[in-house]
């Protein structure tokens, strides 16, 4: 599975972007699907995940409330709506695929559970 995201950019604290993940393979639907970011000289960290059927969503607790996950099966897409966005939003953020069979804990806010990895897209949240 090939993993392109975009729609990062430059915005204003406050402001909104919207991220998509768009999927080469027509069986993204098989798999669960994650947004992490990182920011420099910080670790890759859990944002948002939404399991294969779209049932079930996580978001970390810095995101809750602002951030909505999203999928299209049928499109092979996943988005990430990011609303009032803060300084600390600004990271490289990456989709990735996973293909475990269950959504809990330790299955989709880490890193090492996921098989595949977009290549990122910058945002950045200016003050």
């Known amino acids: 599975v090939q993993l392109q995201a975009s729609g990062g950019g430059l915005v204003q604290a406050g402001g909104s972007l919207r991220l998509s993940c768009a999927a080469s393979?027509?069986?993204?639907?098989?798999?669960?699907m994650g947004w992490f970011r990182q920011a420099p000289g910080k670790e890759r960290d859990f944002v948002a995940a939404?399991?294969?059927?779209?049932?079930?969503?996580r978001y970390a607790y810095y995101v809750k409330g602002r951030f909505t996950i999203s999928r299209d099966n049928a499109k092979n897409t996943v988005s990430l709506q990011m609303n009032s966005l803060k300084p600390e939003d600004t990271a490289v953020y990456y989709c990735?695929?996973?293909?475990?069979?269950?959504?809990?804990?330790?299955?989709?806010?880490?890193?090492?559970?996921?098989?595949?990895w977009g290549q990122g897209t910058q945002v950045t949240v200016s003050s």
């Open positions: 990735a695929a996973n293909s475990r069979s269950s959504f809990n804990v330790g299955d989709y806010d880490l890193v090492t559970s996921y098989d595949y």
């Open positions: 393979a027509p069986t993204v639907g098989n798999y669960h």
């Open positions: 939404i399991s294969r059927s779209g049932m079930n969503i």
